[in-house]
């Protein structure tokens, strides 16, 4: 050893993790879905039109979601888009997903980004007089995830653990696949 480098203050590698989530409580409600795998939870929101297309929507106690429309779609532009609000939910969802999945098999995560894009278009400009189209040719024609993801794990199992959570995502599979949908006037 040099004096110079007996000497080096040389900055050292830190690595911090994620916040983790409770794995016991995990595990038990992992339980609870085992034994009962036929129950079922349901979310609910009250959507309320500000004017234009800016929207307050209520979930519980928390703040609403404000839901706007670009400029050149004649909105405002004050807040996200529809379609913007569902990819967020998606990423969401990955990502509790990926962090429940991770917490499973004890891997700690340091780092978790997830980019989302969609390809969609309005030619049938919400059915107020557009192109005559059908339910499958609107809405979201392609959607792209990109999951940045780093534990202490190998690139394959961190892998796997993404392709695991994206499998069992209640977003995603809504998403692609066909559910029952009703919509009606309110009593």
């Known amino acids: 050893m040099t004096e110079a480098t007996a000497s080096c203050t040389c900055p050292s590698t830190v690595q911090a993790y994620l916040k983790p989530i409770d794995r016991d409580g995990l595990m038990a409600f992992a339980e609870k879905g085992r034994n009962n795998p036929g129950s079922r939870g349901t979310n609910k929101v009250h959507t309320v039109m500000q004017g234009m297309y800016r929207s307050l929507s209520y979930v519980g106690d928390h703040t609403p979601v404000v839901v706007d429309e670009p400029l050149h779609l004649f909105g405002e532009n004050t807040a996200p888009a529809p379609g913007e609000i569902v990819l967020s939910g998606l990423g969401g969802c990955l990502a509790v997903g990926i ?19 969609a390809d969609i278009g309005n030619p049938a400009a919400w059915g107020a007089g557009g192109a005559q189209m059908q339910p499958e040719q609107m809405g979201f024609q ?46």
């Open 142 to 187: 392609a959607i792209r995830v990109k999951v940045l993801v780093e534990g202490d794990a190998s690139r394959e199992e961190l892998d796997e653990i993404v392709r695991h959570a994206n499998y069992y995502s209640p977003v995603a599979n809504t998403l692609r696949n066909p559910i029952p949908f009703s919509i009606g006037l309110a009593d």
């Open 99 to 117: 962090t429940a999945v991770a917490t499973w098999k004890q891997i700690r995560l340091s780092k978790l980004e997830i980019f989302l894009e």
